[in-house]
DNA sequence: CTCTGCTTCGGAGTTGGAGG
DNA sequence: CCTCCAACTCCGAAGCAGAG
């Protein structure tokens, strides 16, 4: 894959059928080029040192780091000269996010990426050992260890995120609609698809026109626009961070036409998606 | 030939009001 | 609190043209 191109892993040529998750341990020598997946991933770095390339956002890559990227994330892993990079992988798809850890991951707009220090990396590494043993040697029981051990990671980066912050009880405002955050974590999830606000209506169980009614009260601004916000926002970044034509960037990041997407971009960053890509090249 | 940008028009989304 | 309706707004598909 030379051309630029990001290349979509898809879910049927990783999981298998009968399974929610599978485990790998990779070692990687070379860049992997941009890509994403149709189904979560959630990484440990065991050793060596590099780049990775998080929608467009570089970090350094370095042993501790746990990442957990959603279906609308995209990536590249480039090591440092002469190093070889270990990680544990775990990918896994839908079925294995209850609706309080689902929420927890898509509620929040920020990218799930930490370094840990020293002994709080090892207690992850610990913990991705155990979901490996697990994985390898399936047993009585390993369903639950597998699920307990892939919350506690969650629950522990995102507490490092702190997305953590607990509710302010002299926050006057009102508590959210669950619907309404319902809706926003369908669009969340599946904002590179055509998305309907018949569908969230549907996924949310309200009426469409209620849940237009009700986010627009409760976001401050209309369904319609956020969809459009949060594709924006992937697509500029893949704009600065792939060679792909702007054309496939369109559709990658949701949108149906290329005059709606120029329009739409025009209006947001103030140029064209192709002007964009100049001006941060 | 590919990619980008523009125009047009039908259909989907938004909004406000009425009512259960 | 929610649905339904109607009027209005805006998005997206289709088609075409220009640049490289």
Redesign the pocket.
Known sequence: MNNGSPERLLESNYLLVSSSFRMYKQTITDRIETHWHDFFEMGCIVSGTGRHIVNGQTFRLQPGMVFLLTTADFHELIPDEGQTIELFDFIFNDSLLRPAIYESIFGQAGLFIHTFASEHAQKMESEFTLLWNESQHWQFGSEIIVQGSFERIVVDLVRQMGMNEPCDPNDSRAPM?P?VRKALLYIQHHFRE??????AADYA????????????KQVGI???????ERRLQFASALVRSSDL??????FAA???????????F?RKFGC????YRKQGS
């Not at 055509?194 to 569908?199: G, N, T, W």
Request: with cysteine; glycine share 4%; charged share 20%.
């Open positions: 609609h619907s055509p998305v309907s606000l018949a569908c169980g309200l009426s469409a026109n209620y849940l237009s009614e009700c986010f627009r209309s369904f319609q626009e956020y969809l459009n034509p702007i054309t496939e960037v369109c949701g949108f149906n036409t290329i005059p709606h997407f120029d329009r739409t025009k064209s998606p192709r002007e």
